[in-house]
């Protein structure tokens, strides 16, 4: 791994939030004095009323209860857009930018946003929703998914966001686990150029569903859709009849905001609670230190507000904070492969967050472009999602940053609500590859896989877990308390379990290894897929790559890589070899990989991350349990390497 240490700039540094004096003081206060700390940081918020008790939370394997500011009173949705108005009702909340390069761009004013929010929470309440009624939406990336969860927010419903590119089963199957009163959809999603028939596949979930929710509409693209009478309402209709102000409910701060399923990377995806207060203080407060955020600045997340990307770092955390938050309907390759870029230097953006599938993506067609858009706005670039490879980092920083903006490498989870390890860019020195230290109240400990032992020398690598809680935890699975307990709490008691492998250097930096369940032991020694994954993808012929163990006779594990190559290399036994004399000396001769089969493209979830467990499955023969496909982006990727699957 890389050992090249990139430093903040001096000029940035003494403009950021934190620069690394301010950054170790405040971590040391907020994990010496919890209480403390995170009282203070209670009042980027505004309070119905103010919270006493600050942090009541046990990890203890009988007794999991995470509880914060649990007797505060608060709306999510007035402190994203009601207390802004005085100050700053006229400034811009919401860019939008839709598929379509050529139609126009929308400015959603605070103000604007506070009368669409009334608008729809009214709305809402005409259809019956009320304090704790789940509202599962199912929405294209339009100011109005925005709307409706600050709207479920308002009036105290609980939203549930399902992405729009999940199939009617997935969809079905959410609206029944939540019990849903109302789905909101749309009627088609434009993306990439197509669109896709919401309404009809909503129809069709709701064919499936045990429970008989209403469909709440809103109009999109005009295209013809049936709408059944009694049980379908389309927004637009229904705003006409309501006022454009609705006052907030007061609710507890441990009162759940929204529901959201985990990705499915390693099997049945989970029901997430993530209730109001903590969570709110804490996308707040990542999104100002970790992006560095300005008043004035545009910041763009990428993510679909289907994943929890998408809520805490396009919705909740910018808003809370009064900034403007850029919402994108497309696509990275619609119309061609430089429309991020397009719209980075179109709307001026000045932090850029991604995904590392995105980013190997748009390496594979060719720095020509990213080099055709001025990109002098970017101050700040950011990724999560997956471990990215030194060589995608690389790339990122200079062909994308050009060497100015430092790339904040965010480790988190669904269940984690907001960042736990990254940078921050005043205050950490980076390496490509690391998401390097604890965000504040963050405690990371390495834990051996076996013994369950807590590793207390700095260079140590093992099984990641948290010590303690951080305002943005996860309270629970919906209705199934046992399986958050089982899931997080009991592999290694007294701890939460991430489930990810993780490394630490000499440094005291973190290194993510990969899946827990993915490390692979070759003769003795336990290797993370990372690893070898960033050494494949190094070569300069391969573009992505997959790497998982099978059962092999003398090694007990055998590396079996999966390879794409980038557009246009030729697959050979020669490039075979050379791949594996590659990664020999990359690694060293321990890595090699035992098989190497040609994938034409990896199955990966919706959200972009590669579904390795499948790939365990094809490799080791076992195509018969490939487990919970359901949130398979391209299901067709898989028969292909059923197919072609390489045998000694
Ligand atoms: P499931 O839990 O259903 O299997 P999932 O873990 O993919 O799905 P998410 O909550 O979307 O669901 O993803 C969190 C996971 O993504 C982390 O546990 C980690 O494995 C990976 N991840 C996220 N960000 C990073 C990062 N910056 N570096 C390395 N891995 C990351
Ligand atoms: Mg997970």
New binding site residues.
Partial sequence: MSRELFQPSPGLAAKAHADAATYQQMYDRSVNDPEGFWGDQADRLDWIKAPTRIKNTSFAYDNVSIKWYEDGELNVSANCIDRHLETRGDQTAIIWEPDDPDAEAQHITYRDLHANVCKFANVLKEMGVGKGDRVVLYMPMIPQAAYAMLACARVGAIHSVVFAGFSADALAARIDACGAAVVVTADEAPRGGRNTPLKVNADVAFGKCKSSPKMLVVRRTGGDIPMVDGRDFWLHEMEARVADDCVPEAMNAEDPLFIL??????????G?VHTSGGYLVYASMTHQYVFDYHDGDIFWCTADVG???GHSYIVYGPLANGATTLMFEGVPTYPDAGRFWAVCAKHKVNQFYTA?TAIRALMGQGKEWVEKHDLSSLRILG??????NPEAWNWYNDVVGHGRCPIV????????GGHL??PLPGATATKPGS?TKPFFGVQPVILDAQTAEEQTETAAEGVLCLKDSWPGQMRTCWGDHDRFVQAYFTDYKGYYF???GCRRDADGYYW?T??VDDVINVSGHRMGT?EVESALVAHPKVSESAVVGYPHPVKGQGIYAYVTLMAGEDPTDELRKELEVWVRKEIGPIAKPDLIQWAPGLPK?R?G?IMRRILRKIAENDFDSLGDTS?LAEPAVVDDLVENRMKE
């Avoid at 399923?261 to 989970?270: E, F, N, R």
């Avoid at 490498?409 to 984690?416: A, L, R």
Wanted: hydrophobic fraction near 30%.
């Fill in positions: 399923y985990t990705s499915g990377s390693t099997g049945a995806p989970k997430v994943w929890v990307t590392p990724t999560v999602g997956e471990p990215i490498d965010t480790w988190w989870q669904t269940e984690t390890l990254t998401a991430s489930g990810d993510i990969g899946r990372a979830t959200s991350k949130t």
